[in-house]
C-alpha cells in the first residue's frame, strides 16, 4: 500500500526544519513573490537552493506556490523565477493562473504542476479538465464533503490533495474579493489582509434593525480545521496528499501540528486505527486555535463550523479571576490549569477587552514560584483593569514551545546508509556508499596502505570511523570490511573519505528529478496587438428572478443572461416572445449533484446555444457542445495567455477579471484572439459561502426548512456602517457583494476604445424602476459615443449625482488596479 504523503507549511526556514525533523513527507513554501501568502517570511533565492538541497537529502520534497494571477507586464519577470525554480531542482510548483498552467506546460512541460485550493476545484468534471490540461495534483476546495472526495477518487486517477488541519477561509478560495474590493489588498494576488476577521452585525436592510442571532460579533470568522480524530476516514479512501495549513505561523506550531498527525498516520499503516491521546489533543490546542471544527468535510453545521466569539487564538482555559489588587497591579487566580513562567494569558470577559501579558512572576503564599499547579491560588502581575469571575486563559505555553524547539535542534530525519571498505597493501583505500535510493557513491584515497609497524588498524576501528557521521542525517546500518591483516592506515585517511564519500551522495540526493536544460520564452506572450479594428459592441444585463426579468425586457438590451435554472424553461419562453437573447447563467459553485441536474436540463441548453459558465467543471462538461461559451468573472482571466487558454478551450467570450485596472484591460483585450466582456455596473460578489447566515435564524428558532431570505432583505454591517447585501442562490449558498454599485458609465468612451465587445450590468437586488433607469442610461450614454458625440445624457448625469450623495457608488478597480 502506497502510504499518504503528509505536507506540511513553512514560511520560514526554521520551520522547514521543524516540519522536515517532526516527519513530513513534503513541505510547501513561497518565495518572495508571486505566492499565495505574501506576508509570510517567504524564501528569497539563496533560501531556496538551500530549502531545496536541505529537504531533497532526506527525502523530503519541495513544492513552491506560484499560486496568485499574474498580468501581462509581469509574465517575463515570471517565467524567468519559473526557470529558476525549474533549475534548482523544485519537485512541483503550485498555481492558480490557467495563463500560468499554459505557459509552464509549453516551456518547461516535464515540470510537475499542482493546481492550488485558489482554482475552487470543486467537482470530478474540473478534476477531468485539469487532468486533460497536464495538472498531476488537484488541491480540492476546503468545502467538499468526504462522500463528493470518494466519487472523485473513485472516477479519477488524478492526485488529490486535502486540507486536514489549520485557518479556514469564510469564502471559496479564489473566489474572494472582499479583501480587494474593500482595501485593494487581493486575495487573489497573496495580499488578503483577512476583512473576514473583523466584526459585523446581521441586518433587516428593509427595517435598519440589527438582528441579534449570533453569541459574537464576529460572524464571518471560521473556527480552525482540525481532523486528527477522523484522519482514518480520509485514509481509507486513498487520497495522496494530507496538506496542514499555516505558512504565516511559527516553526514551533509547524513541529507540534506536523509530530501529531506524523504519529497519527504511523498508527493507521501499523495498528489499523488511530487513537488520539489527551496530550497530543492538548498540544493541538494550545500550540493555536480558534475552537476547532471538523469542517465542511465531515458535515459540521455552520454553528459548528463558524467561531462567533473571537477571530485570533483561543488558548486553552487554566482559571478565574478571585481578586484583583488595584494598588499592586496584581490579578489573583484560582487555577483549572498548570501555569509557568514564560506563558502568555489572556483574560476576558463580555464587557471589557480582553487583557493579556507574559507572565514573568508567579507569586503564591507571598513567595516566587517558577509553576503552579491545577488547584493552587496565585497571583500575576497584570496592569490594565479586570473583575471578579473573569476567564483566564493560557494562550502561549512556554514548556511546550520549548519541546516543540527541542524536536527540531538535532537531526531527527535519519537515513539508513551501507558501507563497504576495500583495503588492500601498496594500494589506496577505497570506500563505497549505498543508500536507501540505490544511490551509489565509490571514493578512494590519496595514501597507498603501509604495513604496520608497531599495532595494525582493526575492522572495528574502521567501522568506528565511519559512524562519526557528525550532524548528518545519516546512520551506517551495515558495514563490511575487507582489508588485510597487519596494514596502518592513517586515521585522517579514513575521515577524509567519509566526508567525501558523504558529500558526493549528498550532491546525488540533492538532484532527484533528472531535469534536463530547456530553452525558456520568457516573452510568453507578444508584444504586438492581435486587435487593430475596432469590434461590435453589446449591453448585457444580468438578472436573477422573473420580476428582474420581466423588467429588462422592456428596454434595449441586447443580452440577458438569467440565473434561475428552477425557472429557466419560463424565462427563455418570455424572452423569446420579446426577440431577445436569453443567456443562461449557471451557479460559481456547482457540486458533483448539482451538475448532474445541469446536465438533465442540456436539452435547453443546445436549445438557446448559448451559455455562461463559471466553473471549471462546467466548461469540461459544455465545452464540445455546439454553442456559444461565456465564461464568467470566476475563472479569474488576468492575462492574455489565460484568454488563449480559454480559446483553447472553446469557449467564445470571456469576462475579464474585476481586479484588472484599465490599462490591465486594454492591453489584455489587445492581445486575445477571443471576445472579451467586462462588468461596468453593479454590486460586485465579494463572496461566495457554504455558509448561510440568515439560516441562522432558522437553526435559533427551530425551525425546518428554510426560505427565511426569499421574504426579506439582508446585509451585513461593517465597523464604519457600510451595508453589504447578502443574495442567495438556488442551492442555498450566500454571495455577499460589495457596499458600493460598481458604476463607470463615465468612462465609456474609453471602454469601448478598448475593443471591449460586451459590456455588462450586473443586477442584484435592484427593483423594476432602477433596471429600467441604469439600462438606459447606459443605452443612451453608448448610442451617443458611438455617434461621435459627447458628454452624458440627462438620466446618466443623474444617476451620477444620486449614486455620488448617497456615496453609493465605486469605480473598483478601473483605476487603480491590486497590490
Same mark, same amino acid.
Given at each position: 500500500?502506497?502510504?499518504?504523503?503528509?505536507?506540511?507549511?513553512?514560511?520560514?526556514?526554521?520551520?522547514?526544519?521543524?516540519?522536515?525533523?517532526?516527519?513530513?513527507?513534503?513541505?510547501?513554501?513561497?518565495?518572495?513573490?508571486?505566492?499565495?501568502?505574501?506576508?509570510?517570511?517567504?524564501?528569497?533565492?539563496?533560501?531556496?537552493?538551500?530549502?531545496?538541497?536541505?529537504?531533497?537529502?532526506?527525502?523530503?520534497?519541495?513544492?513552491?506556490?506560484?499560486?496568485?494571477?499574474?498580468?501581462?507586464?509581469?509574465?517575463?519577470?515570471?517565467?524567468?523565477?519559473?526557470?529558476?525554480?525549474?533549475?534548482?531542482?523544485?519537485?512541483?510548483?503550485?498555481?492558480?493562473?490557467?495563463?500560468?498552467?499554459?505557459?509552464?506546460?509549453?516551456?518547461?512541460?516535464?515540470?510537475?504542476?499542482?493546481?492550488?485550493?485558489?482554482?475552487?476545484?470543486?467537482?470530478?468534471?474540473?478534476?477531468?479538465?485539469?487532468?486533460?490540461?497536464?495538472?498531476?495534483?488537484?488541491?480540492?476546495?476546503?468545502?467538499?464533503?468526504?462522500?463528493?472526495?470518494?466519487?472523485?477518487?473513485?472516477?479519477?486517477?488524478?492526485?488529490?490533495?486535502?486540507?486536514?488541519?489549520?485557518?479556514?477561509?469564510?469564502?471559496?478560495?479564489?473566489?474572494?474579493?472582499?479583501?480587494?474590493?474593500?482595501?485593494?489588498?487581493?486575495?487573489?494576488?497573496?495580499?488578503?489582509?483577512?476583512?473576514?476577521?473583523?466584526?459585523?452585525?446581521?441586518?433587516?436592510?428593509?427595517?435598519?434593525?440589527?438582528?441579534?442571532?449570533?453569541?459574537?460579533?464576529?460572524?464571518?470568522?471560521?473556527?480552525?480545521?482540525?481532523?486528527?480524530?477522523?484522519?482514518?476516514?480520509?485514509?481509507?479512501?486513498?487520497?495522496?496528499?494530507?496538506?496542514?495549513?499555516?505558512?504565516?505561523?511559527?516553526?514551533?506550531?509547524?513541529?507540534?501540528?506536523?509530530?501529531?498527525?506524523?504519529?497519527?498516520?504511523?498508527?493507521?499503516?501499523?495498528?489499523?486505527?488511530?487513537?488520539?491521546?489527551?496530550?497530543?489533543?492538548?498540544?493541538?490546542?494550545?500550540?493555536?486555535?480558534?475552537?476547532?471544527?471538523?469542517?465542511?468535510?465531515?458535515?459540521?453545521?455552520?454553528?459548528?463550523?463558524?467561531?462567533?466569539?473571537?477571530?485570533?487564538?483561543?488558548?486553552?482555559?487554566?482559571?478565574?479571576?478571585?481578586?484583583?489588587?488595584?494598588?499592586?497591579?496584581?490579578?489573583?487566580?484560582?487555577?483549572?490549569?498548570?501555569?509557568?513562567?514564560?506563558?502568555?494569558?489572556?483574560?476576558?470577559?463580555?464587557?471589557?477587552?480582553?487583557?493579556?501579558?507574559?507572565?514573568?512572576?508567579?507569586?503564591?503564599?507571598?513567595?516566587?514560584?517558577?509553576?503552579?499547579?491545577?488547584?493552587?491560588?496565585?497571583?500575576?502581575?497584570?496592569?490594565?483593569?479586570?473583575?471578579?469571575?473573569?476567564?483566564?486563559?493560557?494562550?502561549?505555553?512556554?514548556?511546550?514551545?520549548?519541546?516543540?524547539?527541542?524536536?527540531?535542534?538535532?537531526?531527527?530525519?535519519?537515513?539508513?546508509?551501507?558501507?563497504?571498505?576495500?583495503?588492500?597493501?601498496?594500494?589506496?583505500?577505497?570506500?563505497?556508499?549505498?543508500?536507501?535510493?540505490?544511490?551509489?557513491?565509490?571514493?578512494?584515497?590519496?595514501?597507498?596502505?603501509?604495513?604496520?609497524?608497531?599495532?595494525?588498524?582493526?575492522?572495528?576501528?574502521?567501522?568506528?570511523?565511519?559512524?562519526?557521521?557528525?550532524?548528518?542525517?545519516?546512520?551506517?546500518?551495515?558495514?563490511?570490511?575487507?582489508?588485510?591483516?597487519?596494514?596502518?592506515?592513517?586515521?585522517?585517511?579514513?575521515?577524509?573519505?567519509?566526508?567525501?564519500?558523504?558529500?558526493?551522495?549528498?550532491?546525488?540526493?540533492?538532484?532527484?528529478?533528472?531535469?534536463?536544460?530547456?530553452?525558456?520564452?520568457?516573452?510568453?506572450?507578444?508584444?504586438?496587438?492581435?486587435?487593430?479594428?475596432?469590434?461590435?459592441?453589446?449591453?448585457?444585463?444580468?438578472?436573477?428572478?422573473?420580476?428582474?426579468?420581466?423588467?429588462?425586457?422592456?428596454?434595449?438590451?441586447?443580452?440577458?443572461?438569467?440565473?434561475?435554472?428552477?425557472?429557466?424553461?419560463?424565462?427563455?419562453?418570455?424572452?423569446?416572445?420579446?426577440?431577445?437573447?436569453?443567456?443562461?447563467? @449557471? /451557479?460559481?459553485?456547482? +457540486?458533483?449533484?448539482? $451538475?448532474?441536474? !445541469?446536465?438533465? #436540463?442540456? %436539452? =435547453?441548453?443546445?436549445?438557446?446555444?448559448?451559455?455562461?459558465?463559471?466553473?471549471?467543471?462546467?466548461?469540461?462538461?459544455?465545452?464540445?457542445?455546439?454553442?456559444?461559451?461565456?465564461?464568467?468573472?470566476?475563472?479569474?482571466?488576468?492575462?492574455?495567455?489565460?484568454?488563449?487558454?480559454?480559446?483553447?478551450?472553446?469557449?467564445?467570450?470571456?469576462? @475579464? /477579471?474585476?481586479?484588472? +485596472?484599465?490599462?490591465? $484591460?486594454?492591453? !489584455?483585450?489587445? #492581445?486575445? %484572439? =477571443?471576445?472579451?466582456?467586462?462588468?461596468?455596473?453593479?454590486?460586485?460578489?465579494?463572496?461566495?459561502?457554504?455558509?448561510?447566515?440568515?439560516?441562522?435564524?432558522?437553526?435559533?428558532?427551530?425551525?425546518?426548512?428554510?426560505?427565511?431570505?426569499?421574504?426579506?432583505?439582508?446585509?451585513?454591517?461593517?465597523?464604519?456602517?457600510?451595508?453589504?447585501? @447578502?443574495?442567495?442562490?438556488? +442551492?442555498?449558498?450566500?454571495?455577499?457583494?460589495?457596499?458600493? #454599485?460598481?458604476?463607470?458609465?463615465?468612462?465609456?468612451?474609453?471602454?469601448?476604445?478598448?475593443?471591449?465587445?460586451?459590456?455588462?450590468?450586473?443586477?442584484?437586488?435592484?427593483?423594476?424602476?432602477?433596471?429600467?433607469?441604469?439600462?438606459?442610461?447606459?443605452?443612451?450614454?453608448?448610442?451617443?459615443?458611438?455617434?461621435?458625440?459627447?458628454?452624458?445624457?440627462?438620466?446618466?448625469?443623474?444617476?451620477?449625482?444620486?449614486?455620488?450623495?448617497?456615496?453609493?457608488?465605486? #469605480?473598483?478597480?478601473?483605476?487603480?488596479?491590486?497590490?
Amino acid at each position: 500500500m502506497k502510504k499518504v504523503e503528509l505536507l506540511a507549511p513553512v514560511g520560514s526556514f526554521e520551520a522547514l526544519v521543524a516540519a522536515v525533523q517532526n516527519g513530513a513527507d513534503a513541505v510547501y513554501l513561497g518565495g518572495k513573490k508571486f505566492g499565495a501568502r505574501q506576508y509570510a517570511n517567504n524564501f528569497d533565492e539563496d533560501t531556496l537552493i538551500e530549502a531545496v538541497e536541505y529537504c531533497h537529502i532526506r527525502g523530503v520534497k519541495v513544492y513552491v506556490t506560484i499560486n496568485t494571477l499574474v498580468s501581462n507586464d509581469e509574465f517575463e519577470e515570471f517565467m524567468k523565477y519559473v526557470g529558476f525554480l525549474y533549475d534548482i531542482d523544485v519537485d512541483a510548483v503550485i498555481i492558480q493562473d490557467l495563463g500560468v498552467l499554459k505557459a509552464i506546460k509549453r516551456n518547461f512541460p516535464d515540470f510537475e504542476i499542482h493546481a492550488s485550493t485558489q482554482m475552487t476545484i470543486h467537482n470530478l468534471e474540473g478534476i477531468k479538465l485539469l487532468k486533460d490540461l497536464g495538472v498531476k495534483r488537484t488541491v480540492l476546495a476546503r468545502e467538499m464533503k468526504l462522500r463528493d472526495i470518494e466519487y472523485i477518487k473513485e472516477n479519477s486517477d488524478m492526485e488529490i490533495e486535502v486540507f486536514i488541519h489549520g485557518a479556514l477561509c469564510i469564502c471559496y478560495s479564489g473566489q474572494c474579493l472582499m479583501s480587494s474590493l474593500i482595501g485593494g489588498r487581493s486575495g487573489n494576488r497573496g495580499r488578503c489582509a483577512q476583512p473576514c476577521r473583523l466584526p459585523y452585525k446581521l441586518l433587516d436592510i428593509e427595517t435598519k434593525k440589527e438582528i441579534q442571532a449570533f453569541n459574537g460579533d464576529y460572524i464571518l470568522s471560521p473556527r480552525d480545521l482540525n481532523t486528527i480524530e477522523d484522519l482514518d476516514r480520509l485514509l481509507k479512501l486513498g487520497i495522496e496528499s494530507l496538506k496542514i495549513e499555516g505558512r504565516m505561523k511559527r516553526p514551533e506550531y509547524v513541529a507540534t501540528v506536523v509530530k501529531a498527525y506524523r504519529n497519527a498516520i504511523d498508527m493507521y499503516y501499523r495498528d489499523g486505527r488511530i487513537k488520539i491521546d489527551h496530550e497530543t489533543k492538548k498540544d493541538l490546542l494550545q500550540i493555536f486555535n480558534r475552537k476547532f471544527t471538523k469542517g465542511h468535510i465531515f458535515n459540521e453545521t455552520n454553528s459548528q463550523i463558524m467561531g462567533y466569539e473571537k477571530p485570533g487564538n483561543r488558548g486553552v482555559e487554566i482559571g478565574h479571576v478571585i481578586a484583583f489588587d488595584k494598588e499592586k497591579q496584581r490579578v489573583k487566580i484560582k487555577l483549572s490549569g498548570e501555569i509557568n513562567i514564560g506563558d502568555g494569558i489572556e483574560i476576558r470577559n463580555s464587557k471589557t477587552k480582553d487583557n493579556g501579558t507574559k507572565v514573568r512572576k508567579i507569586f503564591k503564599d507571598n513567595k516566587i514560584k517558577e509553576s503552579a499547579l491545577k488547584g493552587e491560588i496565585v497571583e500575576i502581575e497584570l496592569r490594565g483593569q479586570v473583575h471578579k469571575g473573569d476567564r483566564v486563559f493560557k494562550t502561549s505555553d512556554s514548556k511546550l514551545l520549548e519541546k516543540a524547539a527541542e524536536s527540531y535542534r538535532r537531526e531527527n530525519k535519519i537515513i539508513p546508509i551501507s558501507a563497504a571498505v576495500k583495503g588492500r597493501l601498496g594500494e589506496v583505500l577505497e570506500l563505497y556508499i549505498c543508500d536507501d535510493n540505490d544511490n551509489y557513491v565509490s571514493v578512494k584515497g590519496k595514501q597507498k596502505i603501509e604495513k604496520a609497524i608497531n599495532r595494525p588498524l582493526s575492522k572495528e576501528r574502521i567501522i568506528k570511523q565511519l559512524k562519526k557521521l557528525g550532524n548528518t542525517p545519516y546512520s551506517i546500518e551495515k558495514a563490511e570490511i575487507d582489508i588485510d591483516e597487519n596494514i596502518s592506515i592513517p586515521i585522517g585517511e579514513i575521515n577524509s573519505i567519509r566526508r567525501e564519500a558523504i558529500d558526493n551522495l549528498n550532491d546525488m540526493r540533492k538532484r532527484i528529478n533528472n531535469r534536463r536544460k530547456t530553452n525558456i520564452d520568457i516573452k510568453v506572450i507578444d508584444g504586438t496587438n492581435i486587435k487593430d479594428k475596432k469590434t461590435s459592441i453589446s449591453l448585457a444585463g444580468y438578472v436573477n428572478n422573473l420580476e428582474q426579468l420581466k423588467a429588462i425586457l422592456t428596454t434595449k438590451i441586447d443580452i440577458i443572461y438569467y440565473s434561475n435554472m428552477l425557472d429557466i424553461h419560463r424565462a427563455y419562453d418570455m424572452s423569446h416572445k420579446n426577440n431577445k437573447l436569453l443567456i443562461p447563467a @449557471l /451557479s460559481r459553485i456547482t +457540486n458533483n449533484a448539482e $451538475l448532474d441536474v !445541469l446536465y438533465n #436540463k442540456k %436539452e =435547453i441548453i443546445n436549445r438557446n446555444k448559448h451559455i455562461l459558465l463559471s466553473n471549471h467543471g462546467q466548461l469540461n462538461m459544455f465545452k464540445d457542445y455546439d454553442i456559444d461559451i461565456h465564461a464568467d468573472f470566476s475563472f479569474n482571466i488576468f492575462n492574455s495567455l489565460a484568454a488563449q487558454q480559454m480559446s483553447d478551450l472553446n469557449v467564445s467570450t470571456i469576462t @475579464l /477579471s474585476p481586479e484588472l +485596472n484599465f490599462q490591465q $484591460l486594454k492591453d !489584455l483585450i489587445s #492581445k486575445a %484572439e =477571443i471576445d472579451c466582456e467586462m462588468i461596468v455596473y453593479g454590486h460586485l460578489p465579494m463572496m461566495i459561502t457554504e455558509y448561510c447566515l440568515i439560516n441562522i435564524l432558522a437553526e435559533k428558532n427551530d425551525k425546518k426548512g428554510c426560505g427565511i431570505c426569499k421574504n426579506k432583505k439582508y446585509g451585513l454591517k461593517d465597523r464604519y456602517g457600510l451595508v453589504f447585501p @447578502l443574495q442567495t442562490d438556488t +442551492n442555498c449558498r450566500t454571495q455577499i457583494l460589495n457596499s458600493k #454599485k460598481l458604476f463607470l458609465i463615465e468612462y465609456m468612451k474609453e471602454i469601448i476604445n478598448s475593443n471591449v465587445g460586451i459590456m455588462r450590468l450586473q443586477f442584484t437586488n435592484e427593483d423594476k424602476n432602477e433596471i429600467i433607469s441604469i439600462v438606459k442610461a447606459y443605452n443612451e450614454t453608448l448610442a451617443r459615443i458611438l455617434k461621435g458625440q459627447r458628454g452624458l445624457t440627462s438620466e446618466a448625469k443623474e444617476l451620477i449625482d444620486s449614486y455620488k450623495n448617497k456615496d453609493d457608488y465605486t #469605480k473598483g478597480h478601473f483605476s487603480r488596479g491590486v497590490i
